[in-house]
């Protein structure tokens, strides 16, 4: 079924203490709700959940795995209406910091 009056936003998420860990992340709005997909940062695919993401791969340290977790439990604890909203409300080039 075709969503119509799509709206579709790109947002980063990453670390507030290492902005180099992030993802982008995709919400596509529309009058029946709103779908939230992870670009996953090997592939480039899109996933619908963060997880996706993290599968078949890792850092060769265990330190940027650990922010990689971190940024990763940080996206799942948000509530995910919460988590839509700020994907939203956020402008153009601004990003969403945990």
Request: glycine residues 6%; proline residues 2%.
């Amino acid at each position: 079924m075709r969503k119509t009056n799509l709206i579709k936003k790109i947002r980063t998420v990453q670390l507030a203490d290492d902005p180099s860990f992030s993802l982008q992340v995709r919400g596509d709005f529309s009058e029946d709700g709103q779908d939230i997909y992870f670009r996953h940062p090997i592939t480039g695919d899109w996933e619908q959940s963060v997880n996706q993401c993290f599968e078949g791969w890792s850092e060769q340290d265990s330190e940027s795995n650990e922010q990689w977790q971190k940024l990763r439990q940080a996206i799942q604890k948000e509530d995910a209406d919460i988590f839509a909203t700020k994907l939203w409300e956020k402008e153009e080039g601004e990003v969403i910091e945990y």
